[in-house]
């Protein structure tokens, strides 16, 4: 690369990172090689190809344009040497465990993991004689203890799943160094663009780029980060200091340079496994990372804001979100993230599992599914779905208890979510917290003239209880887009042929108008003036038309509704 994009920020290198334009065509967007081989020179520049002599693209299993773009792009951000990408984040796990790991070592971890790693490393793993060890993630001491001569890394989460403990990542580099151990961290829930482990010492990062690297449920893809930084020329890894006779007796560890580990990763396990990125994922992956940053500024501060409400929710027993002050690993988050504290955020239900059920059966916003980072806000419940295959004692050990509810914070309104899940944990609990309940209903009634609920399309019918002022209103309403109609009085409302009151606006509310108004049930009673109840005031402040112009701009009301 003639740009020495390492030099600049963040921001530029998600965009341009390991990329200039297409010298073929100019083309300024990372085109799609949909090839599956390459064109050799000659003999001999296909025998170095080979040989591993020279570098260059020989068949897209092992290696394609698109996807070293990518690969390019995240060593960049993670600040290693080299990159390989894969076609999921269980298979970049799997392949950075067997690249270090064979029958008869051990790895040692976290209990605290995503449920299709901590699959892999129970049932899957000890199949071909690779033992794990699950120790506590809180204490790097507990990782040290459980070493042994035949342990051949450590594995370990930037945020556990789903306790969302921060991982004492210097801490635990030190402990693996300190036994010449690689320490290989998950770094997905966090992203490059929030944490860079290998700053902290980590030897190796994994991803699911399908996550918040994709971040619009597109894509599934993985990639392994190579820091550059473990001396492999060790008789604790003989994969890297004996002979690969399958390329002439190289010596990973000893002859290929820093990138040691990619360079085996992709030429010994991605050759023979082939779990390989596909270029159109690569794109859309590429696509997903020019707007990383602004996406997670958005997840990062809409997750506070909901943790905050929900550890406020009188049907919400408990909230953890590393964001929180009350967090544990809260000054863990504010040494080692960039920005913010992730967008993960789990709380436990007032009942038991069946309440979970009833609460995410009950959003509409929040989608179900078995998936976190995505552009759209999602909801889970571990007990019942990722996690339960555990027995009661591996859940506790995870801190997965039934009644934990998981979000993953997207980047809808802030006022749509809290809304949402207001009204599923009312359903599932009984409970109702009021949030900002008036804004949100005038919002919602007043910025479109139209209804489209129910299957069709209606206006929106505002009722103007008559008088001199109001009167000057009632035509710069009808020009706004909706159906008004002029009222003698509030109880005419009661029996006229409309039936349905979106707003009934009348100038001054006393206690008989309200009462009526409770009867006839529009969306919102909208008075002008001061009203004469002694027990509670009526102030909107602005007129309606007033209101409805400073909602289509933007701006926010302040206002005092009665909604009935």
């Not at 609920?453 to 109001?470: F, P, T």
Request: proline share 4%.
């Amino acid at each position: 690369m003639s740009l020495p994009f390492h030099t600049y920020g963040q921001e530029t290198q998600l965009l341009h990172g390991g990329q200039e334009p297409d010298p073929a065509t100019g083309s300024r967007a990372v085109p799609i090689y949909q090839t599956t081989s390459y064109v050799f020179n000659d003999t001999e520049h296909a025998q170095n190809l080979f040989s591993l002599a020279e570098p260059g693209n020989i068949y897209t299993r092992i290696g394609n344009p698109t996807v070293d773009v990518f690969e390019q792009r995240i060593a960049l951000l993670e600040d290693g040497v080299a990159a390989v990408a894969t076609a999921s984040g269980m298979s970049a796990i799997t392949m950075a465990i067997l690249n270090v790991a064979s029958a008869g070592d051990d790895i040692v971890t976290s209990t605290q993991l995503y449920g299709g790693t901590y699959n892999l490393f129970v049932h899957t793993l000890p199949r071909y004689g690779i033992n794990v060890h699950f120790v506590d993630g809180n204490d790097p001491e507990a990782y040290a203890e459980a070493i042994t001569p035949k342990t051949k890394a450590i594995f370990a989460e930037t945020i556990g799943n789903p306790s969302l403990n921060v991982l004492d990542i210097e801490s635990v580099a030190d402990v693996a160094h300190e036994y010449h151990i690689p320490l290989i961290i998950d770094n997905t829930f966090a992203t490059p663009y929030v944490c860079k482990p290998i700053a902290w010492g980590a030897d190796i990062v994994v991803h699911s780029a399908t996550k918040w690297i994709g971040g619009h449920g597109t894509a599934i893809g993985g990639i392994v980060v190579d820091s550059g930084r473990f001396d492999w020329n060790h008789e604790k890894y003989p994969g890297f200091t004996e002979p690969d006779e399958s390329y002439n007796g190289i010596r990973f560890g000893i002859d290929v340079g820093p990138a040691a580990f990619a360079i085996k990763l992709r030429v010994q396990l991605l050759r023979d496994i082939g779990a390989c990125l596909s270029p159109q994922n690569a794109f859309l992956l590429l696509q997903g990372l020019e707007t990383l940053h602004l996406r997670i500024h958005k997840h990062a501060d809409q997750a506070l804001e909901i943790a905050k409400y929900l550890q406020s929710h009188e049907g919400v027993d408990w909230v953890k979100y590393p964001g929180l002050k009350d967090h544990p690993s809260h000054s863990l988050a504010e040494k080692y993230f960039d920005y913010g504290h992730g967008s993960i955020i789990v709380f436990g239900i007032k009942g038991d599992r069946e309440a979970g059920r009833e609460l995410i059966d009950n959003t509409t916003i929040w989608s179900h599914v078995a998936n976190v980072g995505d552009a759209k806000s999602l909801i889970i419940h571990p007990a019942s779905t990722t996690h339960q295959q555990l027995s009661d004692d591996a859940l506790s050990k995870s801190g997965v208890s039934e009644e934990l509810v998981r979000l993953s914070v997207g980047l809808e309104s802030i006022e749509d979510l809290i809304h949402d899940l207001d009204a599923a944990i009312s359903h599932a609990t009984g409970y109702q917290k009021a949030y900002g309940k008036e804004k949100h209903l005038a919002e919602q009634t007043l910025k479109s003239s139209l209804d489209r609920s129910g299957g069709e399309i209606r206006k929106k019918v505002i009722g103007v209880v008559q008088s001199e002022h109001l009167e000057n209103e009632r035509k710069k309403l009808a020009r706004l887009g909706f159906d008004v109609i002029l009222l003698s009085d509030i109880k005419e409302a009661l029996n006229h042929p409309e039936g349905t009151w979106d707003v009934l606006y009348v100038e001054g509310l006393n206690e008989a108008d309200r009462s009526i108004a409770q009867a006839i049930k529009p969306r919102i009673l909208w008075s002008y003036k001061h009203a004469t109840s002694e027990e509670e005031d009526v102030v909107t402040g602005l007129s309606l038309y007033e209101a409805i112009v400073s909602i289509r701009s933007g701006q926010d009301i302040s206002t005092s509704l009665v909604s009935v």
